[in-house]
């Protein structure tokens, strides 16, 4: 197995870790049948509803 032939500085390495702070955060999207935020992407979770149909049962709250 092949071994890294140099040392790699501490400041490479702590740069290199610190690289999924750059990952861009997902926006919520507003669900079409209930106008609640949602993932996109995702079935709502308020009213199960995906694409136009409804793809979960979502309890009812009292």
Known sequence: MALPKRRHS??????????WL???TVEASICPNC????????ACLS????????VIQVAEEK
Do not use: D, F, M, V
């Open 10 to 19: 501490k400041a490479r390495t702590n740069s290199r870790r610190a690289n």
């Open 22 to 24: 750059r990952i861009p």
């Open 35 to 42: 106008r609640e935020p949602k993932l996109p992407h995702r």
């Open 47 to 54: 009213c199960g509803y995906y694409k136009g149909r409804q």
